[in-house]
């Protein structure tokens, strides 16, 4: 045990540093019950909060998350629904890769600018790339639903073993369907059950509001940490490995920690840490 | 016949044809400026719906763009929006009506009926007529109608209006694609209607018209009564009297009566002069007697 504690103690030394965030963006609305999750505290979601690079946001049913972006554009957010900032790039105020958010489920609208590198959204079915356009998504765990506004998309299917499947390039006034039962399809129109689901305000332009939060220092007000079951799906989904390090000073908490114990067969990595003596090199067989 | 039968028959001639004069002129004047007063509020109906059109067009639709790619939004059309707010006024003004009468419409309603169409014909065949005026028979009364012709100048008109390939979508989600397509570049495709009833104002027009006539045949009657009066008193009952006094001195009779007066209008003069030729028949027959 006291053998667990200390490797437990300096892998997180090793692997737990603090990080620093650059600022990628602001919540210039938040409306409804929203929350973000930074390292492994949820925060309760103000507007005129910063947006930063690997906060989760997860956004109740009806509420409504826009993030106006440093670089890159705004994206609003509807819940149900769960946004991770997998990469914001940036360096000394300028974008130097792709944006990359993960999508698991929602209604996202996101009206990118012309930069360099694009945007990237990834869902459980297809990843998006887009550059100076307008897009509306509606993601659920199997299934993706997109209209391009304006500009173009670069649809790109989720292959098996996590490589990538058919390509396809979505113009303006595209719908594009695909699910886990269904192949991908499209039309040239949104069709009317998707408007009629579709949130009402994502039919209109996004607004442009940063300039009234641009001096603003919102604090977020701490919540509570994350459970195992709110962890579990980051830590077996595409980014495992950086959730894996970002997690780890969770198995401190001795209720996660059972939890990660419990399911140890899925983290190989974490055996390791908390039972080094599986891992030990094994003593020679004595000479006979 | 007695010198006033006389005068009133001539006095009531000349007032027969001033009434009827009067009556003629006036009801012509009356009529014109109702018909005038109901054109003007045909063109300001007419101007209120091209202001509707163009505020559409220019203020609505673009903060709709977006939302058209989505739906079609039929409150983003021009001709519609001028149909619907004219529409809303129809609900207390239901003689008035606002048409944009198209021979081939994307909307049914805006479809031309059998008159519709025949103006619509007389600025296809007269492209240069900048408005028609009309009256028609309607089942709540008489109505004028303005018609202003709608001619495609606009090339972006036509991608609703060209073929339904180039339409959006959700334009023919809504209207199918079967009306409305094939219209051309300075095409008229149909017309702008106005139609306001004529009975208020020439019911307006017909009760002045009575009115007028009432007091100006009132005041002829005053004044034929007056008159009458006045030429009885004046001249008649004078002359009478003059008349019966000369009669006695005609019949010898020097004491009937002396002719005097104080007026110094005719029938004084008259008067004076019949004192004084009795003063002289009075001394003559004296030097006779003599």
Redesign the interface.
Known sequence: MKTTSLCLVLWLSVTAAPGYAADGGIFTIVEGSARVLRDTKWYALAPGARFQEADIIDAAEKAQVQIELMKGGTLNLVGPATLFAAAIPLRNDQLTGALEFALPRGWLKLATKATDAGVRVRSSVAVLNLQDSIVVMHIEPNSMEIFVESGAVRITESGAGGKDGAAYDAKAGEYWARSADRPISTERRAPPPFVAAMPHHLVDPLPNISAKYKDARVQLVLDRDITYAEAAPWLNGPYRKNFLKRFGPKLQDREFRGAVEANIAHYPEWDRVLHPEKYLPKPPAPAT | MKLIWKFNLVLLGIFIVGFATAGYVSYKVLQTNAREEILQHARLMMEAALASRNYTNTQIKPLLD??L???FLPQTVPAYAATEQFNDIRKTHKDYAYKEATLNPTNPRDRANDWETDVVQIFRQAPETPEVIGERDTPTGRSLYLARPIQIKNGACLVCHSTFDAA???ML?LYGNANGFGWKLNEIIGAQLVSVPMSVPVARANATLRTFLLSLAAVFGVTFVLLNVMLHTIVIRRVTWLAAIADQVSLGNMDAGAFQTRSKDEIGVLTEALGRMKASLVQAMKMLES
């Open positions: 977006t939302q790619k989505y739906t959006p979508k959700t989600d």
